[in-house]
């Protein structure tokens, strides 16, 4: 476990506050806007280590972008919409027993993975729909 700094406490206080998956460049512009003078590659660090710690989790989006968020401490993978950046933890008992299942067919063990279902949710769909379409696969922020 990393040691507690100021920059880090400051980190862990603003996901306190956040639903969803945000870049560190997110968590970095809340820090400034709130008057904080944490520099990027400090945020870089702190979120990188709170995810080390378990403290967050992370996903890569299609574009390869790192997201993090807080997250229960039990193993989930997560339905992502890539819209709105919606997140909903979820169990996945037939993908634990895959996972198991191949890798003792292959002779591996203490075996680890992650899984991210990206979509569209029922309220991007509808605003889509009642927009004419919109832009689909467009995350926003909140």
């Known amino acids: 476990m990393a040691r507690t ?13 956040l639903e969803g998956f945000h870049s560190a460049q997110e968590v970095h512009a809340l820090l400034r806007d709130g008057g904080d003078s944490v520099g990027l590659s400090t945020v870089y660090r702190a979120v990188q280590s709170l995810a080390d710690d378990g403290e967050l989790d992370s996903i890569r989006t299609d574009s390869g972008e790192a997201l993090y968020r807080r997250c229960s401490p039990q193993h989930h993978h997560h339905l992502v919409c890539r819209g709105c950046g919606r997140t909903v933890e979820v169990e996945g008992p037939a993908v634990e027993k895959w996972a198991d299942r191949i890798a003792g067919q292959h002779g591996f063990a203490d075996v680890s993975h992650t899984l991210e279902i990206f979509g569209t949710c029922a309220d991007c769909r509808a605003a889509e729909t009642a927009a004419g379409g919109g832009a689909p696969g467009e995350r926003t922020t909140a």
């Open 5 to 17: 700094t100021r920059q880090r406490e400051a980190v862990r206080a603003v996901f306190a506050d």
